[in-house]
């Protein structure tokens, strides 16, 4: 069973910066993919950013510029570096990894989540 664990959450104000890692471990199979994703109260689980093992990256257009996702494939962990947060940026962010399993099937993963809460 793979474990993934996101820390790094916290109240923040307006403007400040938090950094978000996380860990995948427990794995048999090689993650290939991994990502953040946040989820406000009542609303849609979204993609913020995501990296692959080649280092190619992915960031919603509301955080671009501000955000930045980088990977230690060697250690299957994750770092989510956010500046210049804004409110809008409020919400639970989680942890997703990918790996390929028997005859193609992905594989995700998810963590519990970590609170983000930014005030104005």
């Known amino acids: 069973q793979v474990q993934v664990v996101e820390s790094g959450g916290g109240l923040v104000q307006a403007g400040g910066s938090l950094r978000l890692s996380c860990v995948a471990s427990?794995?048999?199979?090689?993650?290939?993919?991994m990502g953040w994703y946040r989820q406000a109260p009542g609303k849609q689980r979204e993609l913020v950013a995501d990296?692959?093992?080649?280092?190619?990256?992915n960031y919603a257009d509301s955080v671009k510029g501000r955000f930045t996702i980088s990977r230690d494939n060697a250690k299957d962990t994750m770092r989510l570096q956010m500046n210049s947060l804004k409110p809008e940026d409020t919400a639970v962010y989680y942890c997703?990894?990918?790996?390929?399993?028997?005859?193609?099937?992905?594989?995700?993963?998810w963590g519990q989540g970590t609170q983000v809460t930014v005030s104005s």
């Open positions: 997703n990894a990918r790996s390929s399993g028997p005859l193609g099937i992905q594989i995700n993963d």
């Open positions: 990296i692959t093992t080649g280092g190619g990256t």
């Open positions: 427990g794995s048999i199979f090689s993650i290939n993919y």
